[in-house]
T-cell receptor, first 114, second 114 residues
């Protein structure tokens, strides 16, 4: 069974630009969560999607948004990029996203904002 | 305000000995706890979890202990192996959250010396 895939793996952008990251969950998984990892703040929850609906949202500004498609693939978008958005963005999937299900993480997309 | 804290950024242990990684939390609503392991350039990998109704859970070389009154959990690895060298994250989720929303600690880098 293929794992969680994320594209692209690396990305360089400049301040003010926008970026879209993609996540394909494990086949059959309907819950997709996004996390941001930075050296200063650690791993922080961004949002979770289930059946094309945002079910949970972390404490991030509105510049961070996401969506989920009918095939459970998910995208996250960051508009008006800031230097502080440089981070590793991880997505994780699970079957239904209930609390005691194991979440499987992808390898992440490393974003550098110059 | 960090709700999940791993106060030791790094730990060095000799192969064959016990590794003990610690984690403290402040939010009394957390009722499910997990440990993830992360290698460089990979996403976190689930290791072991524990529900707040238990105080211990074992899986092979890995045991997690939960002390609810102290709001403290620990991961024991016995015996430690060089392949265990990685960054370990503890994570927690809260009763009130539908779906998946994990709060992570800052991580502890474990180095197991041959």
């Amino acid at each position: 069974k293929a794992g969680v895939t994320q594209t692209p793996r690396y990305l360089i952008k400049t301040r003010g630009q926008q970026v879209t990251l993609s996540c394909s969950p494990i086949s059959g998984h309907r819950s997709v969560s996004w996390y941001q990892q930075t050296p200063g703040q650690g791993l922080q929850f961004l949002f979770e999607y289930f059946s094309e609906t945002q079910r949970n949202k972390g404490n991030f500004p509105g510049r961070f948004s996401g969506r989920q498609f009918s095939n459970s693939r998910s995208e996250m978008n960051v508009s008006t990029l800031e230097l502080g958005d440089s981070a590793l963005y991880l997505c994780a999937s699970s079957f239904t996203g209930t609390k005691q299900e194991t979440q499987y993480f992808g390898p992440g997309t490393r974003l550098l904002v110059l | 305000d960090q709700q999940v804290k791993q106060n030791s950024p790094s730990l060095s242990v000799q192969e064959g000995r016990i590794s003990i990684l610690n984690c403290d939390y402040t939010n009394s609503m957390f009722d499910y706890f997990l440990w993830y392991k992360k290698y460089p350039a990979e996403g976190p990998t689930f290791l072991i979890s524990i529900s707040s109704i238990k105080d211990k859970n074992e899986d092979g070389r890995f045991t997690v202990f939960l002390n609810k009154s102290a709001k403290h959990l620990s991961l024991h690895i016995v015996p430690s192996q060089p392949g265990d060298s990685a960054v370990y994250f503890c994570a927690a989720s809260a009763l009130r959250n539908a779906g998946n929303m994990l709060t992570f600690g800052g991580g502890t880098r474990l180095m197991v010396k041959p």
